[in-house]
Nanobody, 122 residues
Framework: QVQLVESGGGYVQAGGSLRLSCAAS????????MGWFRQAPGKEREFVSAINWSGARTYYADSVKGRFTISRDNAKNTVYLQMNSLKSEDTSVYYC???????????????WGQGTQVTVSS
């Protein structure tokens, strides 16, 4: 059974940092793109960041560019999202996703985690 388990969410003040992790099990995703998305109450799920299979290519939403950094460790089957200079508008549930031919399109991903809450106080 394939599972993606996110961790690292929590409560932080504006300007602070958090590091999210997404550990995959049940199969290897070392040949697949992985991504992070977020969804706030009453809003659609939106793209945050993605990374290709090797880590050589990364993608970011304009709203997080320069503040967030995505990385992966294929030996650990894990993808990370380092979030710095957090803002109140970053408050959301963050989801990890794996395996997509189009890294920035949530509808193309085959596997999803359950999400982790990030709350940024202003």
């Amino acid at each position: 059974q394939v599972q993606l388990v996110e961790s690292g969410g929590g409560y932080v003040q504006a300007g602070g940092s958090l590091r999210l992790s997404c550990a995959a099990s049940g199969r290897s995703f070392s040949s697949n793109a992985m991504g992070w998305f977020r969804q706030a109450p009453g809003k659609e799920r939106e793209f945050v960041s993605a990374i290709n299979w090797s880590g050589a290519r990364t993608y970011y939403a304009d709203s997080v560019k320069g503040r967030f950094t995505i990385s992966r460790d294929n030996a650990k089957n894990t993808v990370y999202l380092q979030m710095n200079s957090l803002k109140s508008e970053d408050t959301s549930v963050y989801y990890c996703a794996a395996k997509s031919p189009t890294p920035t399109d949530p509808s193309r991903y085959d596997y999803w985690g359950q999400g982790t809450q990030v709350t940024v106080s202003s």
